[in-house]
């Protein structure tokens, strides 16, 4: 209240300063300046990690479709959810509304098999087989690098492009699996 009713701004000043140095003298700190070791950096990973992390997949708007035996079957875009319901928390793949089915055939997009590492060329006994397979759709050669959740229907995978470093998740459906010939 004092400090307003003063009308001479040096002694506006010198209260300011005051109170800081107050304020300031409570909390002063020593600082440590002797020189602590440095933990040795961990060499990084020649591998992705096992478990990737959920905002490191990009989301494109395109169904990817493979054929096996005269049958087409339709993978379809996953993203990350968080399943805050549950305790603790889940992370599960799910597709936009606006992405459960194609709106046309431009939103399709075939997958090429590579010639010597393609889907063609793994057995479909379960979804674990196709791990390492390698393909490409359009310019984006892409590998099957692991599996994100296996549900009743479908398995989610995550297909990674070393080359621009992208992740993409995708559900492909256990149908694939289960009319391979016998």
């Given at each position: 209240?004092?400090?307003?009713?003063m009308?001479?701004?040096?002694?506006?000043l010198?209260?300011?300063?005051?109170?800081?140095?107050?304020?300031?003298?409570?909390?002063q700190t020593?600082?440590?300046?002797?020189?602590?070791?440095?933990?040795?950096?961990?060499?990084?990973?020649?591998?992705p990690?096992?478990?990737?992390?959920?905002?490191?997949?990009?989301l494109?708007?395109?169904?990817?479709?493979?054929?096996?035996?005269?049958?087409?079957?339709m993978a379809?875009?996953?993203?990350?959810?968080?399943?805050?319901?549950?305790?603790?928390?889940?992370?599960?793949?799910?597709?936009?509304?606006?992405?459960?089915?194609?709106?046309?055939?431009?939103?399709?997009?075939?997958?090429?098999?590579?010639?010597t590492?393609?889907?063609?060329?793994?057995?479909?006994?379960?979804?674990?087989?196709?791990?390492?397979?390698?393909?490409?759709i359009?310019?984006?050669?892409?590998?099957?690098?692991g599996?994100?959740q296996?549900?009743?229907?479908?398995?989610?995978?995550?297909l990674?492009?070393a080359?621009?470093?992208?992740?993409?998740?995708?559900?492909?459906?256990l149908?694939i699996?289960?009319?391979?010939?016998?």
């Amino acid at each position: 209240m004092l400090f307003f009713h003063m009308s001479n701004p040096t002694e506006k000043l010198s209260v300011i300063l005051q109170w800081f140095r107050n304020l300031t003298k409570e909390r002063q700190t020593l600082l440590n300046l002797t020189p602590t070791s440095v933990p040795a950096a961990k060499p990084k990973p020649s591998s992705p990690p096992e478990e990737p992390v959920a905002g490191n997949f990009y989301l494109f708007g395109f169904f990817i479709t493979v054929t096996f035996d005269g049958v087409e079957y339709m993978a379809t875009p996953k993203q990350a959810i968080r399943d805050a319901g549950k305790s603790p928390p889940v992370l599960v793949w799910g597709t936009r509304i606006d992405r459960c089915l194609p709106k046309d055939d431009k939103d399709k997009v075939r997958w090429t098999d590579d010639l010597t590492n393609g889907l063609a060329r793994w057995p479909r006994n379960t979804p674990y087989d196709w791990l390492g397979a390698e393909g490409a759709i359009g310019d984006m050669k892409l590998v099957f690098e692991g599996i994100l959740q296996m549900g009743k229907n479908e398995v989610v995978y995550s297909l990674f492009d070393a080359q621009r470093g992208i992740r993409i998740a995708y559900g492909f459906p256990l149908r694939i699996f289960a009319s391979k010939p016998s």
